[in-house]
């Protein structure tokens, strides 16, 4: 005499049911994500400050032109980004950036060029792992460049009469 229970066997209509009601929960936790991301505080002040430069760069665009072609601040952009990536920053390359810089529309047509307003900067390495983090341009350099190079962008800047700092 068997005292244990039969095994029964699953129908395979049970799995599909198991496996669409898992499949449905992944996706409305995914659904529930991405609709409290949209509300959140950060994406809301990203869009105030991108109405912002965007409204600054038409005033400024009035006065003065751009010395550039966006290509040109596109590709200053990057080659920030890449001098500030890992270990070491090269400043010298970001201070002969900023120094071509002629007039505030110049400016605005780099912060621009840089993020909506803020790109996903990388940290300096380190043993663990650590996440990009959303830096505006000045956020960027102030965090990682020497406070002395910070200072003669800064010189230079207000030499050319230009309003903003970094």
């Known amino acids: ?10 129908s395979v209509d049970t799995w599909i049911k198991l496996g669409t ?6 996706a409305v936790a995914y659904g529930v994500k991405k ?4 509300f959140k505080p950060e994406r809301k002040r990203q869009e105030s400050e991108s109405k912002q430069i ?9 006065k003065q032109k751009a010395t550039f ?9 990057d080659a920030i980004a890449t001098a500030i990536y890992g270990f070491g920053t090269y400043n010298d390359v970001i201070v002969n950036i900023f120094y071509k ?10 912060t621009k060029a840089w993020g909506n307003p803020t790109r996903k900067v990388y940290p300096d390495g380190s043993l663990f792992y650590i996440p990009a983090q959303n830096y505006t341009l000045p ?12 200072k003669k962008i800064n010189a230079r800047l207000k030499s050319k009469g230009i309003k903003y700092r970094v």
């Open 54 to 62: 965007q409204t600054e760069l038409e005033e400024s665009q009035k």
């Open 21 to 26: 009601y898992v499949a449905g929960g992944i």
């Open 139 to 150: 956020q960027a350099l102030r965090d990682d460049m020497d406070i002395s190079y910070i």
């Open 35 to 38: 609709v409290l991301d949209y």
């Open 69 to 77: 072609p966006k290509s040109v601040y596109a590709g200053w952009a």
């Open 1 to 10: 005499m068997n005292l244990l229970p039969t095994k029964q066997k699953v």
């Open 101 to 110: 810089l002629q007039n505030n529309t110049d400016y605005l047509m780099l």
